[in-house]
T-cell receptor, first 117, second 113 residues
Framework: GAVVSQHPSWVICKSGTSVKIECRSLDFQATTMFWYRQFPKQSLMLMATSNEGSKATYEQGVEKDKFLINHASLTLSTLTVTSAHPEDSSFYIC?????????????FGPGTRLTVT | QQQVKQSPQSLIVQKGGIPIINCAYENTAFDYFPWYQQFPGKGPALLIAIRPDVSEKKEGRFTISFNKSAKQFSLHIMDSQPGDSATYFCAASIADSSYKLIFGSGTRLLVRP
């Protein structure tokens, strides 16, 4: 149980274009979803927290107009990187938690490798 | 105050050894301390977690030791295997912050055959 999927697993896009990453909870209702980015050999940095049906809460220093997060349902959240630039190339990972079970446990997706050329 | 400091940065042990990874925190409001294992190109997977009301928790070959007064916690891997070679992250979270995780910097573990 508690499986989280991400799509795509990797994506290459040209500078200036936008790319959307999907995060789905497959067997539970994700009342809260989190988005992280991870640079090579570094730790995970939280970008934003979203609750279903509410606007995302962004961490300090994360541009909310550049990283658009939508959590429209209890099983799906999307991250759209708008006007991507090479410095946005990173490993993006989502996680989800279910407040009806163990609200403090986060289940992570497999990650999406974004390369901006 | 929100940081979680993790050491060592890297660790090499022989098969069967017991690697120990340490983490320290300052914020006494943290009330949930998980450990994650991450393989290259994959998302982190929850290994084991502890709340501050217990001093030790074991799950299989993984043990967390928790010292509330010292604000430190550590992961011990018993009878380590080459398949345990991965990056390990400690983390901490607070109930009143949507349980968002603050991660340590990670420890790259290599278990030699």
């Amino acid at each position: 149980g508690a499986v989280v999927s991400q799509h795509p697993s990797w994506v290459i896009c040209k500078s200036g274009t936008s790319v959307k990453i999907e995060c789905r909870s497959l067997d539970f209702q994700a009342t809260t979803m989190f988005w992280y980015r991870q640079f090579p050999k570094q730790s995970l940095m939280l970008m934003a927290t979203s609750n279903e049906g509410s606007k995302a809460t962004y961490e300090q220093g994360v541009e909310k107009d550049k990283f658009l997060i939508n959590h429209a349902s209890l099983t799906l959240s999307t991250l759209t990187v708008t006007s991507a630039h090479p410095e946005d190339s990173s490993f993006y990972i989502c996680s989800a938690s279910d407040s009806s079970i163990k609200f403090y446990e986060q289940y992570f997706g497999p990650g999406t490798r974004l390369t901006v050329t | 105050q929100q940081q979680v400091k993790q050491s060592p940065q890297s660790l090499i042990v022989q098969k069967g050894g017991i690697p120990i990874i340490n983490c320290a925190y300052e914020n006494t409001a943290f009330d949930y301390f998980p450990w994650y294992q991450q393989f290259p190109g994959k998302g982190p997977a929850l290994l084991i977690a502890i709340r501050p009301d217990v001093s030790e928790k074991k799950e299989g070959r993984f043990t967390i030791s928790f010292n509330k007064s010292a604000k430190q916690f550590s992961l011990h891997i018993m009878d380590s295997q080459p398949g345990d070679s991965a990056t390990y992250f400690c983390a901490a979270s607070i109930a009143d912050s949507s349980y968002k995780l603050i991660f340590g910097s990670g420890t790259r573990l290599l278990v030699r055959p």
